[in-house]
């Protein structure tokens, strides 16, 4: 699978497959004669020997020509695993390259815009084009918290469009009522009822604040005092300190002199720390929901393990998440231990794909992980690299509503 730097609005995805190796040569030919003769190109035969590139019109011959091929495991591809980030993934713009070109992200946008009511249309207006300061700063929970809940939906809705089903959902932090939204364990109105509510009580907390420390929670224990505490466990030293502003800073200066290096994340709550306590009885008030069976596992990224019915209908579990440590790192070995997956990581930014791939199970190759919105490709470019890398992996996807033609 092949993906160029081609320029938004330009970027099409190509796909063929054969058989075997001849059918694959074959299929190849039926393509470059295809756009040769300006004819339209034949829906991909799916077959265990593929390719696929993601390429513009002048360049798509040679890069049709070159592109190298996959062949299909015996047993299958492996299964998908969602990857919903949550705070500190968010930047202004993110997505925006698709809300007007894919109406399937586009509706599932508007559909959780439309949930946070009036001032979901401020937050859209926001999103899309208020200049730089404009509004409630994008790293704000309130602008934040439902920005990344409409963005990993939307781009969550457009894999599911895509007739892939997945194997299991895990969320970091807010991610997961998107990850339990996804399986529908919660419709979107339900959802933003709950996010909107755990907003609205952080929102009364005094501003603090998260730090990254490339270090583990052992080592970080010395140096917790007052309310800061490890707010998120995502890998082997890799751990989130939280609380609140003045604390966390005297914490991260008592860091520096000792040499471990601290990064802050974009955030303003003191979001899984003590100093969230207050939010707790708020938010579980503002819980109304009757959570319905989920399509596909979810996995916690608080308790390690499958999300149980239970769980689903406790407003004490949902409130809680404020507070509680978010154990993403152990979850996600958890879930890369039920077998070897094809993760993608359907929000903006790589956060959660580079800490997979800190894992055993993807630097072995056993595993692999993808980005729908990496940050250094156009946004639409980007998606259809995520479809080109599952077609080789050998998911016979629907695109544009049209499968893959039947043998």
Do not use: K
């Not at 160029?4 to 039926?30: F, I, K, N, Y």
């Not at 892939?164 to 970091?172: D, I, K, R, S």
């Amino acid at each position: 699978m092949t993906v160029t730097g081609v320029a938004h609005g330009t970027a099409r995805l190509l796909r063929w497959a054969g058989a075997d190796p001849a059918g694959e040569r074959a299929a190849r030919a039926r393509v470059l004669d295809a756009l040769r003769s300006g004819a339209p190109v034949p829906l991909p035969v799916p077959g265990p020997v593929r390719g696929a590139v993601v390429t513009t019109a002048g360049r798509a011959l040679d890069e049709v020509a070159a592109a190298p091929v996959r062949r299909v495991p015996a047993g299958g591809p492996r299964p998908v695993g969602l990857l919903l980030p949550g705070q500190g993934s968010q930047h202004r713009g993110m997505a925006t390259g698709l809300y007007g070109g894919e109406p399937v992200f586009r509706a599932a946008v508007d559909e959780v815009l439309e949930a946070w009511g009036a001032e979901g249309e401020a937050i859209r207006a926001d999103w899309l084009g208020a200049p730089a300061g404009a509004g409630v700063p994008i790293d704000d929970g309130r602008r934040s918290q439902p920005l990344l809940f409409a963005v990993d939906h939307g781009l969550g809705r457009l894999l599911l469009s895509w007739g892939v089903t997945p194997a299991e959902a895990l969320g970091h932090s807010a991610g997961e009522v998107v990850a339990a939204t996804l399986a529908g364990v919660f419709t979107v109105a339900e959802a933003a009822r709950l996010v909107r509510g755990r907003v609205g009580a952080a929102a009364r907390i005094p501003p603090g604040g998260m730090l990254a420390v490339a270090a583990s929670a052992d080592e970080l224990d010395p140096y917790l005092s007052g309310q800061v505490a490890v707010a998120a466990v995502n890998a082997p030293r890799r751990t989130m300190l939280a609380g609140p502003r003045a604390e966390l800073a005297a914490v991260a200066a008592r860091l520096a002199r000792d040499g471990l290096t601290g990064r802050p994340v974009p955030a303003t709550n003191p979001f899984h720390s003590p100093a969230m306590e207050p939010a707790v009885a708020a938010a579980e008030r503002a819980f109304d929901a009757l959570p319905g069976p989920a399509r596909f596992p979810v996995r916690s990224g608080y308790t390690g393990r499958l999300l149980t019915a239970e769980e689903a209908g406790s407003a004490r579990f949902w409130a809680r998440q404020v507070v509680d440590t978010v154990r993403f790192g152990p979850a996600l070995t958890a879930l890369l231990d039920a077998g070897d997956r094809l993760l993608v990581e359907c929000g903006p930014g790589r956060v959660l794909s580079s800490l997979a791939q800190r894992q055993h199970a993807v630097r072995s190759g056993a595993s692999a992980v993808v980005s729908m919105l990496p940050g250094d490709l156009p946004d639409r470019c980007a998606v259809l690299g995520v479809a080109a890398a599952l077609w080789c992996e050998g998911h016979d996807l629907v695109l544009d509503g049209r499968p893959a033609a039947v043998m």
